[in-house]
Structures are given as structure tokens and as C-alpha cells.
């Protein structure tokens, strides 16, 4: 099983949408959740984290994380051409230091 | 504020060859992560260097060697390489005890093993 799990898509939505992005993890002893943005041929940016249950605001973006479900997500409102890129999932699990792990990503497409 | 650093952009090597890549974290941070990350996959984590020890180790060979430098920049060694280990090898630097540990990334090393 692995640690974290993305469905790789692709994801399409037309712009003005609210793409919604989601993450499952095998380990309960997870506590950070991260998102990162990564644009073809470039490393990828921490664009949210979370750690309590419930929902994370940041500008467009929410992080909604539910840990007894194992389940954290990412909204993106009013999504622009410019958030087409792949977006990773990263937990950081008790006891393994600040060893990430990370999802496969999944790739939104922002339709104009 | 000087972000994350690496150096070389892109490399092409030869099957058992060596490679060194570098990495400066990012200003006020002392921890330093190497992930590879193959096309279409997620970064897999190497090792994380503190205090100039390796602290955290993934599943990778012996062949995956580092070390830590005083004014906390680090470096990525691969010897003898092979095909497979075509990939962007990204450097995450954090501080420990800072919030949630969260990671930034350099703008990572192409390696191309032929």
C-alpha cells in the first residue's frame, strides 16, 4: 500500500471554476499535510499546509484535511489558465524526522 | 531573501560514472533534503542531512552518499551510475522546530545518464 495516494487525472475544469483536488494516506501517525504546485519541467512550490482537522484558508486556495477519514484536499476557487500545472501531496509522518512523502500528483488543466 | 539553490541546471553523464550535485538552502534554514524524482512520479526522498550527519535515510543504495557542509549547504553524490537513475534530483531545505518543518525546494539537477 503506498504511503500516499492521488488520483493522477488529468482534471479539467473551465476557468472561473473551483477545482477540487484530492490525497489519501496509509499512516495515522501522519501529521503535516502539504500541497505543492509543480509546472512542467520545474520543481514544485509549497503553495498550502496543514495539520489541524477542518479547513485551511489561503487567497483562492482551501486545504481541508480529515484525519480520521485520511483523506486532505485542496479547493482551488476561481481557477485560472495559470493553475494548470501537477499538483503534489506531501505527508510528514511521526517519528520518520521531516522525511516527506509525497503522492504521484495529479495534473489540472484549466480550460479558458 | 536568497531562496533555495542548486547547481549544475542539467548534467549527462555516462553509465559508471560519478556525479556530485550541490545545494545551498534557503537563508535561516540548517536542513537539507535530497529527493529524486523520475518522469511522471512523485519525488522519492534520498536522505536529510542536520548538523552535518545524515539524519534520515530512504531506500536508496549505498551508491547515494552526502554530506553537510558548516555553513549547512550540502551536497548529493551518485557513483557508479546507472540508467536508471535518469532524473531531477530536487534539494528541500528546512529548519527544524520551524512550524510545521514545511520543505522548499530548489529549482533542481536534470541528471541524464546515457
Known amino acids: 500500500q503506498k504511503e500516499v495516494e492521488q488520483n493522477s487525472g488529468p482534471l479539467s475544469v473551465p476557468e472561473g471554476a473551483i477545482a477540487s483536488l484530492n490525497c489519501t494516506y496509509s499512516?495515522?501517525?501522519?501529521?503535516?499535510f502539504f500541497w505543492y504546485r509543480q509546472y512542467s519541467g520545474k520543481s514544485p512550490e509549497l503553495i498550502m499546509f496543514?495539520?489541524?482537522?477542518g479547513d485551511k484558508e489561503d487567497g483562492r486556495f482551501t486545504a481541508q484535511l480529515n484525519k480520521a477519514s485520511q483523506y486532505v484536499s485542496l479547493l482551488i476557487r476561481d481557477s485560472q489558465p495559470s493553475d494548470s500545472a501537477t499538483y503534489l501531496c506531501a505527508v510528514n509522518k511521526e517519528n520518520t524526522g521531516n522525511q516527506f512523502y509525497f503522492g504521484t500528483g495529479t495534473s489540472l488543466t484549466v480550460i479558458p | 531573501d536568497a531562496g533555495v539553490t542548486q547547481s549544475p541546471t542539467h548534467l549527462i553523464k555516462t553509465r559508471g560514472q560519478q556525479v556530485t550535485l550541490r545545494c545551498s538552502p534557503k537563508?535561516?534554514?540548517?536542513?537539507v533534503s535530497w529527493y529524486q524524482q523520475a518522469l511522471g512520479q512523485g519525488p522519492q526522498f534520498i536522505f536529510q542531512?542536520?548538523?552535518?550527519?545524515?539524519?534520515q535515510r530512504g531506500n536508496f543504495p549505498d551508491r547515494f552518499s552526502g554530506h553537510q557542509f558548516p555553513n549547512y549547504s550540502s551536497e548529493l553524490n551518485v557513483n557508479a551510475l546507472l540508467l536508471g537513475d535518469s532524473a531531477l534530483y530536487l534539494c528541500a531545505s528546512s529548519h527544524v522546530g520551524g512550524g510545521q518543518n514545511e520543505q522548499y525546494f530548489g529549482p533542481g539537477t536534470r541528471l541524464t545518464v546515457t
Open positions: 537563508s535561516g534554514h540548517d536542513t
Open positions: 499512516d495515522r501517525g501522519s501529521q503535516s
Open positions: 496543514i495539520y489541524s482537522n
Open positions: 542531512y542536520y548538523e552535518e550527519e545524515e539524519r
